[in-house]
């Protein structure tokens, strides 16, 4: 007996079984993969095409339906031709999610990209910083960095100097500001609603469509491409770093052994002892190296054998990408650099308050914080209105800081061996922060929010020969548009710009940015009038004051898919966000919360359905410590901001 699974497009055979498998469920009889949720079963007996029937079932039943299978002969007590409808997607060992709704077929995987082809003549090498958790408070970013906070005199001479020859991004903005969502989609140069990434466990490739990566465009045309520590978020939501399809080191690719040791959230496993910051002495770091110190150690060596091999006659460009892990948390780092930072030098936030009049919804209980041992002690509720003990906020601001120059001091490191090598001149130098950080401002903590704090990062590129005098421009930038950017600055390549909407699915190598080189040449050159982002919650009850539990990062490691991919009832909340400066001369942040991916809106917003709006006026309130979205008088400038909002994000060059 054969039961056949059928995919996307009512087309293909994915998998054959015979018995219930052991990690799949019984019930009623029925044989269910983990997390299936059958809702309805009909005989297609009568039909010419049963699988085509029953496909067509699904994908008439407004969104109910996002998956479905044809049992074609009798089982489980189920006659031959039982279409069994499911209400939510399939994972573990079933096959990869298909989805089927609202009669719209989805769109077939794009094609395969190209065999690698000789890389163009003259291409650059490329060496790809990324930095956990780094929020643009560097002194390239101007005298006062994080608006609405003051900061110490800070210690990156490294990251400096890399900026001195660089363009600066002062404005520069994430697409949603936790790990796995923004790394994915600045890996592939889409935003979240075409990688459909909006947790910490699915991969693009299996929810979104297998779409070519930054490695991966290099890789197919002629670069060594090389990664080590976090670039990917690791594990299932990377399939283990895109090892599949990124690396030419697919085979080892590098992460510090010490990392795990150095990370933990309870005392009795971890070298920080569960804590949220600690400074290492030097005797303690000598038994116990810290993890970005073996990763910029791994990478010096790779650079000296790069140059090796290019000695012996391998005139292949490489892209080397090193992705340091501070200074996420917990903040440690070696006592020397605490020393950059003497306590009368922390000041607490100005504004440790929520904004006035903010929707309930736009809140992080910062639970991530809230996990490590010692600050677990404090019983902090992460209640908006709610403020941790002084001393310990000026202790993990000081903390942090150390940790910044730490990182500095790792990529000084790196910098210098590429100086010392033959690549020095030839090399496009890309360096960013995943996303910004709330530091205690507003009385909130790490990322999870569509707050300017959290939405805010760092970015810079040095392209020889185009920005060695280094440019700083205030003119707005995201992070989909480094993918362009390096392709065309590295190899003279210009990208493909997406299609709009949805038939950025079929495409496999586009840009949903815009390339950044024209800032190169002027840094006052407009690439686009505004910057998107936007931050799932789980389903906010209109009428119970928004209290349903936030979906935020999870703390407890294990990760589970966001509800806004995998509906079991209700779907999600999504929060648009963006930053513009509108025809007044004033800059406003403006957000919308609306349902998502609920009854009739598989995937989408129902923007009809608003649980909250806010709107700052950089301008006048930097911090956004004022939501003006209640306020009388505004309404036609509100009117506009949500035409905007609405119509989403225009790119290409
Ligand atoms: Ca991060």
């Not at 297609?44 to 044809?70: E, F, H, I, R």
């Not at 690791?234 to 150095?262: E, I, V």
């Not at 990478?299 to 090796?308: K, P, W």
């Not at 040449?521 to 910057?531: L, R, V």
């Amino acid at each position: 007996m054969r039961v056949f699974y059928f995919a996307v497009l009512c087309m293909t055979i994915s998998m054959a079984f015979d018995t219930c498998p052991s990690t799949w469920s019984h019930n009623d009889g029925k044989c269910l993969w983990p997390k299936q949720h059958s809702y309805a079963h009909h005989s297609v007996a009568q039909a010419s095409d049963p699988t085509a029937a029953c496909c067509a079932l699904c994908a008439g039943s407004d969104g109910k339906c996002v998956s479905w299978l044809l049992f074609k002969d009798k089982k489980d007590g189920f006659p031959a031709n039982t279409c069994i409808l499911n209400n939510a997607t399939v994972r573990g060992n079933a096959p990869s999610s298909p989805i089927c709704v609202s009669g719209e077929a989805p769109p077939p995987p794009p094609q395969p990209t190209p065999r690698p082809s000789p890389a163009p003549a003259g291409a650059l090498n490329v060496l790809f910083f990324a930095v956990d958790d780094l929020r643009p408070e560097l002194n390239a970013f101007g005298p006062d960095p994080i608006p609405g906070t003051v900061s110490p005199p800070l210690h990156t001479p490294h990251i400096d100097a890399l900026a001195s020859k660089s363009l600066v991004l002062k404005k520069n903005y994430v697409q949603q500001a936790v790990c796995s969502p923004t790394r994915q989609s600045l890996l592939t140069g889409r935003r979240p609603d075409r990688t459909r990434v909006y947790d910490l466990y699915s991969n693009f490739r299996t929810v979104g469509a297998n779409y070519t990566t930054i490695p991966e465009h290099f890789m197919r045309s002629g670069y060594k491409t090389i990664g080590m520590g976090k670039i990917f978020h690791p594990g299932h939501a990377s399939g283990g770093d895109d090892t599949c399809c990124s690396w030419s080191n697919r085979s080892f690719y590098y992460h510090a052994p010490n990392l795990k040791l150095w990370s933990g959230k309870d005392a009795a496993s971890s070298a920080n002892d569960g804590k949220a910051w600690m400074a290492v002495s030097p005797k303690v770091e000598a038994a116990h190296p810290l993890p970005d110190n073996q990763t910029a150690h791994h990478a010096i060596s790779t650079i000296e054998q790069l140059t090796t091999e290019y000695q012996a006659g391998d005139k292949r460009p490489f892209f080397l990408a090193v992705g340091f892990h501070k200074p996420h948390l917990p903040f440690v780092a070696s006592e020397e650099f605490f020393e950059y930072y003497p306590a009368s030098a922390i000041n607490l936030p100005p504004n440790q308050y929520p904004p006035s009049g903010m929707p309930h919804v736009a809140w992080s209980s910062y639970g991530e914080l809230r996990a490590y041992a010692d600050q677990a002690k404090l019983n902090a509720t992460g209640n908006p209105g709610s403020k941790l003990p002084e001393d310990d906020v000026l202790a993990l601001r000081r903390a942090y800081y150390a940790a910044v120059t730490q990182t500095d001091a790792m990529l000084g490191k790196v910098m210098a061996a590429l100086e010392a090598s033959p690549f020095k001149d030839n090399t496009v130098i890309s360096f960013w922060g995943d996303h910004g950080w709330q530091l205690g401002e507003h009385g909130e903590w790490c990322k999870h929010t569509n707050f300017e704090y959290a939405a805010r990062a760092p970015m810079m590129v040095h392209v020889p020969g185009l920005t060695d005098n280094g440019a700083v421009t205030d003119q707005y930038s995201e992070h989909v548009d480094l993918f362009p950017t390096l392709s065309e600055a590295a190899m003279g390549v210009k990208m493909p710009v997406c299609p709009q909407g949805d038939d950025s699915f079929k495409v496999a190598l586009c840009t949903e940015g815009s390339s950044l080189v024209p800032l190169m040449k002027d840094p006052k050159t407009a690439i686009k009038q505004a910057a998107f982002s936007q931050y799932p919650r789980g389903y906010q009850s209109k009428d119970a004051n928004f209290n349903a539990a936030y979906y935020e990062e999870d703390v407890s490691g294990t990760a589970s898919t966001s509800p806004c991919i995998e509906s079991t009832g209700k779907g999600c909340t999504m929060g648009y966000t963006l930053v513009t400066r509108a025809s007044d001369g004033c800059e406003y942040r403006y957000t919308e919360w609306a349902d998502f991916n609920t009854e009739g809106f598989a995937y989408r917003v129902n923007w009809e359905r608003n649980v909250g709006s806010e709107l700052y006026n950089h301008t006048a309130d930097p911090g956004e410590n004022v939501n003006l979205a209640g306020k009388a008088g505004l309404s036609d400038l509100k009117a506009s901001l949500s035409k905007m909002l609405r119509a989403g994000p225009k790119f290409g060059n």
